[in-house]
């Protein structure tokens, strides 16, 4: 039977020139033993030139280097193998070449070179590329995120190609404003990273998250988080990214709110703790002398005649009082009483060390807790304190002048005895101090 236009007994060679697309074979040293017109057109090269040659002999180094490459695969593997290269003609325009390969074996079933022939498959490229966009925008999920998110695409260099209605409205500009301009033409500043550190590292397939703000043209700040993802690089396509964002606006308010709130807390808190220590002061304290008061010193010296116990140290107990108090104040009203209770503290706390609890028992008592000191030394210490105070002069505001003294009872602590007979043989000893004529100091 005879087919319209092909003769049979042509040989394989002149059979090939029939094939509708480019077809060639290779030798073992990938020289081409034989090509058909196509393929030596696609080169723009004579069929003579082409014959005996390798591929960088007859093509530019780009297109020669996946050949040579596909090749070797074909070779390697002894299979058929099929793969696309995007060429660009001489007249700038790109062409998708199609490839399918196959290992040619002798007659002994030994590797003898490696056939294949080319289509061009620009056209289907282009067809398939609108069909994956069209697919891409019609699908339901795009959809959904173009109507509910904030969507873009990116070019390699990060220039918006697609920006959906809700990416516009976030960062306050028209799709008209953000096509073609990237994150940095943009003045958008990315927190912690660098926008093209973002698009590398989304090339190499690692999505990127970051967080970045901007300004609204109306001249509102915006902070938004996007995730950059990579589409891929169809072949003979530039990459495509894909951002999806999400704003950030509501979570910083709320959490600028918190802030403050948090801020508010914490200084109504320092308020209250301030309060509470002037409080607990004031309940410790003497508002007049500011020395500590009964109810302190009783504490505190419960404290200090534990540790001396354990630290087996001496402890020792003045009472004092001021001699014929109640004149002072008969005869320079009670403000200037006042006045010479104050002198009084200042005294015994100058004259006293930084350890010595010094405190107002109450009316013109006081009492002086001694840590680490002996009944002696103890007496030495009231005996200065005596003196010192003896010395003392307050000057009324009307010039007047009020000398005084006091008496003062010592008593030693004992390691094991309790506080109130304690307090009790001082105010004994200082019982004795007034009996026995005052401005003087008495030990027991
Ligand atoms: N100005 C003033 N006087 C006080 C204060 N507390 C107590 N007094 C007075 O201290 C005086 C104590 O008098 P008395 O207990 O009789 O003792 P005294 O006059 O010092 O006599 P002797 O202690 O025996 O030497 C009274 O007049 C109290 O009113 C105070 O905070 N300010």
New binding site residues.
């Given amino acids: 039977m005879n087919l319209p236009g092909i003769d049979l007994n042509m040989d394989a060679a002149a059979l090939g020139q029939l094939l509708p697309y480019a077809a060639w074979v290779k030798d073992i040293h990938l020289r081409y033993r034989w090509v058909n017109r196509h393929w030596a057109d696609m080169l723009d090269l004579p069929v003579r030139q082409i014959i005996g040659r390798s591929d960088a002999e007859c093509m530019p180094p780009w297109l020669a280097e996946p050949m040579g490459r596909a090749d070797c695969t074909t070779l390697a593997r002894g299979e058929p193998y099929g793969n696309e290269v995007m060429v660009q003609l001489q007249d700038g325009r790109q062409r998708l070449w199609r490839m399918q390969r196959q290992a040619v074996l002798d007659t002994e079933g030994n590797l003898d070179g490696v056939a294949g022939f080319v289509i061009d498959a620009t056209d289907d490229w282009r067809a398939r590329r609108e069909l994956k966009k069209l697919t891409l925008q019609s699908s339901g999920w795009w959809q959904s995120l173009k109507s509910h998110a904030l969507v873009a695409t990116l070019t390699p260099q990060g220039r918006y190609s697609y920006v959906s209605e809700h990416f516009c409205r976030l960062v306050g500009c028209p799709a008209s404003g953000l096509l073609g301009e990237n994150h940095a033409t943009l003045g958008w500043i990315a927190v912690g990273v660098d926008f093209h550190h973002v698009l590398a590292m989304a090339s190499q397939g690692n999505p990127v998250r970051f967080e970045f703000a901007g300004t609204r043209s109306n001249g509102q700040r915006f902070w938004a988080q996007s995730l950059v993802i990579s589409l891929g690089t169809p072949v003979g396509d530039e990459p495509q990214f894909f951002e999806i964002v999400s704003d950030l606006g509501e979570v910083r308010e709320v959490t600028q709110k918190l802030s403050a709130a948090n801020a508010q807390l914490t200084a109504a808190l320092n308020e209250n703790v301030e309060l509470i220590a002037r409080l607990d002061h004031l309940a410790r304290t003497d508002p007049?002398t500011h020395l500590l008061n009964r109810r302190s010193f009783l504490e505190r010296a419960a404290q200090e005649q534990a540790r001396s116990a354990r630290l087996q140290q001496p402890l020792s107990v003045l009472a004092l009082?001021?001699?014929?108090?109640?004149?002072v104040?008969d005869a320079f009203g009670?403000a200037a009483?006042?006045q010479v209770?104050e002198r009084l503290a200042e005294v015994c706390r100058e004259t006293c060390r930084i350890i010595d609890i010094v405190a107002r028992m109450g009316?013109?008592e006081f009492s002086i807790l001694l840590p680490g000191t002996g009944p002696e030394q103890a007496q030495v210490l009231a005996e200065r304190l005596r003196l010192a105070l003896a010395q003392q002069t307050v000057v009324l505001p009307d010039q007047q002048r009020i000398s005084f003294t006091i008496s003062i009872g010592v008593t030693g602590w004992g390691a094991h005895e309790l506080l109130q007979p304690v307090l009790e043989r001082a105010d004994q000893a200082l019982y004795q101090a007034?009996s026995g004529g005052?401005n003087r100091v008495i030990s027991l």
């Fill in positions: 007049l009082d001021i001699d014929h108090f109640k004149q104040n009670h009483g006042d209770l009316g013109e007034k005052r």
